[in-house]
C-alpha cells in the first residue's frame, strides 16, 4: 500500500534524523539516517533495498536485513524520528543535518546491549548537502 507509513502522521516530515529499531533472535540493531526531503520518499527507498537485490548493500540497514531474510531470522522493524534539524547553509558552512547524525551515531555507537548497524567511516563523511547547494548556485 503506497500511502503506508511506519511514523504515524509524521511520515512529511523533512530534515531528520531517523532511527530504525530491528528487533530478531539475534538482539537489537540500530541504524541511524538522515535526510533532507521527506521522511516517506527516505522510507521508501529503504522499502526498495529490502525487497529488490540489485540494491541489497545499498545501505548498512539493507545489508542487514538481507542477512536475516536469507538466514530465515524473523525481525520487527520500528522507525522513529530522532531530531529535526536544519539543512546545510551557505552563510554558517553548517550542516545540523549531518552534524546531528554524527553525534547520533556516536551516542549508540556507546551502548554496549545495541549492535550499531552503521559503519564507522560514515562519520568520516564530508556533508553531501553541501555540494548541492554549491551546484545549484552554477546553473
Known amino acids: 500500500n503506497k500511502s503506508e507509513c511506519p511514523i504515524k502522521d509524521k511520515c512529511q516530515s523533512e ?3 531517523y ?3 530491528v528487533d530478531s533472535q539475534r538482539g537489537k540493531a540500530i541504524y541511524i539516517g538522515s535526510c533532507e526531503s521527506t521522511f516517506k520518499k527516505r522510507y521508501y527507498n529503504h522499502k526498495k533495498s529490502f525487497n529488490n537485490t540489485q540494491y541489497k ?5 539493507s545489508t542487514y536485513i538481507w542477512d536475516l531474510k536469507e ?3 524473523n525481525y520487527n522493524l520500528n522507525w522513529e524520528i530522532v531530531q529535526k534539524c536544519k539543512p546545510y547553509k551557505c552563510a554558517t558552512r553548517i550542516c545540523q543535518l549531518c552534524l546531528s547524525e554524527k553525534l547520533q551515531i556516536m551516542l549508540h555507537s556507546c551502548d554496549p546491549n545495541i549492535q550499531l548497524l552503521n559503519s564507522k567511516s560514515e562519520n568520516m563523511n564530508r556533508c553531501r548537502h553541501r555540494a548541492k547547494i554549491k ?3 552554477l546553473t
Open 71 to 73: 538466514n530465515e531470522i
Open 19 to 21: 532511527k530504525a529499531t
Open 135 to 137: 551546484l545549484a548556485r
Open 15 to 17: 530534515t531528520i534524523i
Open 57 to 61: 548493500h545499498e545501505t548498512s540497514l
